[in-house]
């Protein structure tokens, strides 16, 4: 059974920084392509980014582009969000997420992982 498991998450002051990490099992990191999503309290669930299996194209929601950066390690199935000048907007439980699609909907993705808790505040 494929999984996905997100760390990193916690609680930030805005301005501050985080490094989230998803590690993927069960075979599906390679063949994939792997995407990030949050979802506040109320809200539906949103895209943050993705990248491609390759770890050559990523694509990032606007309002994080200039302050998010994706990357992959293959070599140790891990794909990594790093999160820098956060704002109390940012604040979400945040899911990666694995599909063959490259693609910003949540319907293109079939792997989930559990999600991991950001909060940012003063």
């Known amino acids: 059974q494929a999984q996905l498991v997100e760390s990193g998450g916690g609680s930030v002051q805005p301005g501050g920084s985080l490094r989230l990490s998803c590690a993927a099992s069960?075979?599906?990191?390679?063949?994939?392509?792997t995407g990030w999503f949050r979802q506040a309290p109320g809200k539906d669930r949103e895209f943050v980014g993705a990248i491609t299996k390759s770890g050559g194209t990523t694509i990032y929601l606007d309002t994080v582009k200039d302050r998010f950066t994706l990357s992959r390690d293959n070599a140790k199935n891990t794909v990594f969000l790093e999160m820098n000048s956060l704002k109390p907007e940012d604040t979400a439980v945040y899911y990666c997420?694995?599909?063959?699609?490259?693609?910003?909907?949540?319907?293109?993705?079939?792997?989930w992982g559990q999600g991991t808790q950001v909060t940012v505040s003063s």
């Open positions: 069960g075979g599906i990191f390679k063949e994939h392509h």
């Open positions: 997420a694995a599909s063959v699609f490259f693609s910003r909907l949540v319907g293109s993705y079939n792997y």
